[in-house]
Antibody, heavy 119, light 110 residues
Framework: EVQLVESGGGLVQPGGSLRLSCESS????????MSWVRQAPGMGLQWLSY????????LYADSVKGRFTISRDNAKNSLYLQMNSLRAEDTAVYYC????????????WGQGTLVTVSS | QSVLTQPPSVSAAPGQKVTISCSGS????????VSWYQQLPGTAPKLLIY???KRASGIPDRFSGSKSDTSATLGITGLQTGDEADYYC???????????FGGGTKLTVL
C-alpha cells in the first residue's frame, strides 16, 4: 500500500524556519517525481514545488522561490521542504504528493501537516 | 485570484447529474493535461481524473472528464450524498512555469 506521511509542522514565529519531511512507503520512491502543495485555512490548493527523481529538475512557485527549498533522499525514501523566512501567509496545511501535475496529476497524497506562522 | 476559474458552488439532487467547469488559457489548459481532485471535509485531496479524461484507479465511471480548447469539465452522474465535497482542477502553466489549481467548487447534493 502506497503511503506518504508528512511531519515537521508546528507553530513558528514570523521570520523563523521549519523543515517538513514526507516519508514514503509501498512504492519505489526513486522512480517518481514528487511535489509539495499547500492549503491555507478555508482556502483552495496552491502548488508549491516539484523535484524530479534525480533532483536535477526543481521548480518553485514564485511565492516561495528563494525562501523554500525542496530536496529528497532516495536512500531514505523521503522528501523534504526547508522553509525559511516564514510569513503569516505561509500558514497552511502542507501536503506532499506523488507525481507531476503536468504529466498524470498527483495520484497519492499525504495526510498533511499544519504549519502556523504567528507571534 | 486563481489562474483557473471554477464556479464556487454547484448543487443537484441525489441521482442527478452535475458538471463542474474549469476555465483557463492557452498557457495552461490549452496546452497541458488537466487533472481533477475530490477533497472530502477534513481529508487530503484524491485524484479522480488525469490526462483530461482518464479515471484514476478505483474511480467509478460515474465520474468523467473532458477538455475543449482552454476549458475542462468534470461530470458526475448518479449523484450520491457521499459525493458532497470540494472539487479542484489542476494543470501546468507554461508561462508561469508552475502548477496551477482552480479555486475549487463545493458540491452540495440536496
Amino acid at each position: 500500500e502506497v503511503q506518504l506521511v508528512e511531519s515537521g509542522g508546528g507553530l513558528v514565529q514570523p521570520g523563523g524556519s521549519l523543515r517538513l519531511s514526507c516519508e514514503s512507503s509501498g512504492f519505489t520512491f526513486s522512480t517518481y517525481g514528487m511535489s509539495w502543495v499547500r492549503q491555507a485555512p478555508g482556502m483552495g490548493l496552491q502548488w508549491l514545488s516539484y523535484i524530479s527523481t534525480t533532483s536535477d529538475d526543481i521548480l518553485y512557485a514564485d511565492s516561495v522561490k528563494g525562501r523554500f527549498t525542496i530536496s529528497r533522499d532516495n536512500a531514505k525514501n523521503s522528501l523534504y521542504l526547508q522553509m525559511n523566512s516564514l510569513r503569516a501567509e505561509d500558514t497552511a496545511v502542507y501536503y506532499c504528493a506523488r507525481g507531476r501535475i503536468s504529466v498524470a496529476g498527483y495520484d497519492y497524497w499525504g495526510q498533511g501537516t499544519l504549519v502556523t506562522v504567528s507571534s | 485570484q486563481s489562474v483557473l476559474t471554477q464556479p464556487p458552488s454547484v448543487s443537484a439532487a441525489p441521482g442527478q447529474k452535475v458538471t463542474i467547469s474549469c476555465s483557463g488559457s492557452s498557457s495552461n489548459i490549452g496546452n497541458n493535461y488537466v487533472s481533477w481532485y475530490q477533497q472530502l471535509p477534513g481529508t487530503a485531496p484524491k485524484l479522480l481524473i488525469y490526462e483530461n479524461n482518464k479515471r484514476a484507479s478505483g474511480i467509478p465511471d460515474r465520474f468523467s472528464g473532458s477538455k475543449s480548447d482552454t476549458s475542462a469539465t468534470l461530470g458526475i452522474t448518479g449523484l450520491q450524498t457521499g459525493d458532497e465535497a470540494d472539487y479542484y482542477c489542476g494543470t501546468w502553466d507554461s508561462s508561469l512555469s508552475a502548477g496551477v489549481f482552480g479555486g475549487g467548487t463545493k458540491l452540495t447534493v440536496l
